[in-house]
């Protein structure tokens, strides 16, 4: 991780500013432990640390957050002098104070295989759902009806886009064919999004964290990459709010439905803020549903972001990997008939059609969508129950996330290793995702992504070599490697 500095205010930078009132909210009450300069410093290092505060982000004068948070000004001195002298914050005489990462001197992570007797808690890919390969049989036969033609659908098979539209509106959302572009998985999607709507320097919004592939697809457009908080207790709204007014986004990418990584949920009166914030800001929202159908726990779920809706603004991104199989690849974009054409003409630049009969198959899966879900949620309930029972025998001291639905939890550490302890973990033979993964400038490293799409079991020797692996980090940090992750 290398340490990030900010040009500063007024050299091109991007600094973001945050107010005193906003902060002294993040901070939490007033700190009780004394000295009070310490517990300050120490909130503020925590929330750089956790992505909730993004770097490069001006702090307040000393005068603001000392009435906000109703301490001293020589107490938020002590403060910011605590965070200068332990490099997380850059100061410039007439320019302010701005928030900065300390430098760990840990090179950047490249991709690598698991050798296969590893265990993988890092990708989050469920095995393939009951009755795929009937479903594969059937659409191999219905291949007969198609073979005559040229087989290229630009907008994917007709039959798979009523299937996908039917769903939509069976969840509250009314949709026409018109409305679907199929397309190779979900990321190639979000990637179409990016490349239609972006153009070099545009503001792009993330959450910190999120998944990793998304931000990567608006860089490679040249967008600048701007973030705001999640947690597993769900999203700062004011901040979010705050962030759309400053930054005036071209696009925001939200992952709404059990958040990746985090597994929070969106709840509609929050879901109706961030299109009406999106609407403010004249951004397109890009709104990420792949694991929307994955609800483990009961109850009503909201209904999706486009149903607030009311320019064509919403670009929704599904895919059946999550649902069905990672094999089968097969995703799509929800939008206006206009945008979906557009989005098709730039996708023929890169291909022209998916499989046939994986599409065929998918839409013979997607008539089944009452037994495919009841399984899956009764997988990913053992699933997750098993690993969380493992953590809290075995590591007691992680505080991990209960997600409702999707395909991972969210484990918080108790010191920041989490990059250390998953290149130790590799050499146990198992490989969870370290959290500066899902962030955008080398946070989060007091968490972990661990999915629980392994049987019980499984989970269970996993958790039991990362209790090794975390004692050994402890006494001798390591050098970190990279992966896959989804």
Do not use: C
Not at 431 to 458: K, Q
Request: hydrophobic share 40%; no cysteine; proline share 8%.
């Amino acid at each position: 991780m290398v340490r990030q500095r900010s040009d500063g205010p007024g050299t091109g930078g991007g600094t973001r500013r945050i107010n005193g009132r906003l902060l002294a909210r993040l901070i939490g009450e007033a700190p009780v432990e004394r000295p009070y300069y310490l517990a300050i410093a120490r909130a503020v290092s925590g929330l750089v640390l956790d992505g909730r505060v993004p770097t490069h982000t001006r702090l307040p004068a000393e005068r603001d957050l000392a009435a906000a948070l109703g301490v001293s000004r020589n107490t938020v001195t002590a403060a910011y002098a605590w965070l200068r002298d332990n490099s997380f914050l850059d100061s410039r005489q007439g320019a302010g104070s701005w928030t900065v990462l300390p430098d760990t001197s840990t090179p950047d992570p490249a991709p690598f295989a698991l050798a296969a007797e590893q265990i993988d808690l890092g990708l989050a890919a469920p095995p393939a759902i009951d009755g795929l390969r009937e479903a594969s049989f059937h659409a191999s036969e219905q291949l007969a009806a198609h073979v005559g033609g040229l087989g290229y659908y630009p907008y994917g098979l007709p039959e798979l886009r009523h299937a996908i539209a039917r769903r939509y509106v069976e969840r509250g959302l009314p949709t026409t064919p018109e409305q679907i572009l199929v397309t190779n998985g979900a990321q190639q999607g979000i990637s179409l999004v990016m490349e239609l709507l972006l153009q070099p320097g545009d503001e792009v919004l993330v959450e910190s964290p999120t998944y990793p592939n998304a931000p990567d697809a608006a860089r490679r457009r040249g967008g600048r990459i701007r973030t705001t908080g999640v947690t597993p207790q769900g999203w700062d709204m004011e901040y979010m709010v705050d962030s759309f007014r400053q930054w005036k986004p071209q696009l925001a990418y939200v992952v709404a439905d059990f958040h990746n990584p985090t597994g929070a949920l969106m709840d509609d009166d929050e879901r109706r803020v961030l299109v009406r914030e999106a609407r403010r800001a004249g951004a397109h929202l890009v709104v990420d549903e792949s694991v929307a159908e994955l609800a483990i726990d009961s109850g009503d779920l909201p209904a999706p972001v486009a149903a607030h809706d009311t320019d064509g603004r919403v670009l929704t991104v599904g895919s059946v990997a999550k649902l069905l199989w990672g094999g089968l690849r097969v995703g799509w974009v929800r939008a206006t008939p206009p945008m979906v054409t557009r989005l098709m003409q730039v996708r023929q630049r890169m291909d022209l059609s998916g499989s046939v009969h994986d599409q065929l198959t998918a839409t013979h899966l997607l008539a089944d969508m009452l037994r495919i879900r009841a399984e899956r949620s009764r997988q990913l309930r053992r699933n997750r129950d098993a690993l969380l029972a493992a953590l809290r025998e075995r590591l007691p001291d992680w505080r991990p996330s209960v997600p409702g639905g999707g395909l991972v939890l969210w484990a918080a550490l108790p010191q920041p290793v989490a990059t250390s302890l998953s290149a130790t973990a590799v050499r146990h033979g198992v490989h969870p995702a370290a959290g500066p993964v899902f962030g955008v400038d080398g946070t989060l490293e007091r968490y972990l992504r661990l999915a629980y799409t392994r049987p019980p079991d499984v989970l269970e020797d996993a958790v039991e070599r990362l209790a090794v692996a975390y004692s050994e980090t402890l006494s001798h940090p390591t050098q970190p490697r990279g992966h896959l992750y989804v």
